[in-house]
Antibody, heavy 123, light 106 residues
């Protein structure tokens, strides 16, 4: 079964750091672009970051540039999001998603999603 | 930054056709995807590359994209289709989602 399982969410104070992980299974992880998407409480979806199959290209939404880092370990079938200098507006459910297709950028949509992990930034 | 605009809400009667629009500058030059999200659940891809359906998505879901507007059409709408719908496209090296449309099946 194709599956993505996020972990690492929690409560953190403003200015703090958190590292999210996403464990992939049921498919050849190294063949796919991967992305993080977040959803603030009661709000819509917001793309956060994407990483190419071999990690050689990484893209970020402007609001997290310089604060968040995306990485992957293809040997461990895992995707990561390192979040530093967290702000209240980063509070959201964070989803890991597989990007369909192998082109750059991938143009077949996010075809597999995890269940999400909740990040709350509050003092 | 690139923006995609969707109507906040659309209502449809069961069995009728629902159309949800997504507008953006020269959007027709980009591939558009559509996602369905039901309360408490993760999003599901229902249309990619403007008009292609992933495996398992019912034929009543279709899409089009031309000019500045992409449209998701649900024919013979069912109660189970009530959900939030989001369009999405790539602009240069960023992905953009529309604000979402709540589809109500009355």
């Amino acid at each position: 079964e194709v599956q993505l399982v996020e972990s690492g969410g929690g409560l953190v104070q403003p200015g703090g750091s958190l590292r999210l992980s996403c464990a992939a299974s049921g498919f050849t992880f190294s063949n796919y672009w991967m992305s993080w998407v977040r959803q603030a409480p009661g709000k819509g979806l917001e793309w956060v970051a994407s990483i190419k199959q071999d990690g050689s290209e990484k893209y970020f939404v402007d609001s997290v540039k310089g604060r968040f880092t995306i990485s992957r370990d293809n040997a461990k079938n895992s995707l990561y999001l390192q979040m530093n200098s967290l702000r209240a507006e980063d509070t959201a459910v964070y989803y890991c998603a597989r990007e369909g297709g192998s082109s750059t950028p991938p143009l077949m949509g996010m075809d597999v999603w995890g269940q999400g992990t909740t990040v709350t930034v509050s003092s | 930054s690139y923006e995609l605009t969707q109507p906040p809400s659309v209502s449809v009667s069961p069995g009728q056709t629902a159309s949800i629009t997504c507008s953006g500058h020269k959007l027709g030059d980009e591939y558009v995807c559509w996602y369905q999200q039901k309360p408490g659940q993760s999003p599901v891809l229902v249309i990619y590359q403007d008009n292609k359906r992933p495996s398992g998505i019912p034929e009543r879901f279709s899409g089009s994209n031309s000019g500045n507007t992409a449209t998701l059409t649900i024919s013979g709408t069912q109660a189970m289709d009530e959900a939030d719908y989001y369009c999405q496209a790539w602009d240069s090296s960023t992905e953009v989602f529309g604000g979402g449309t709540k589809l109500t099946v009355l």
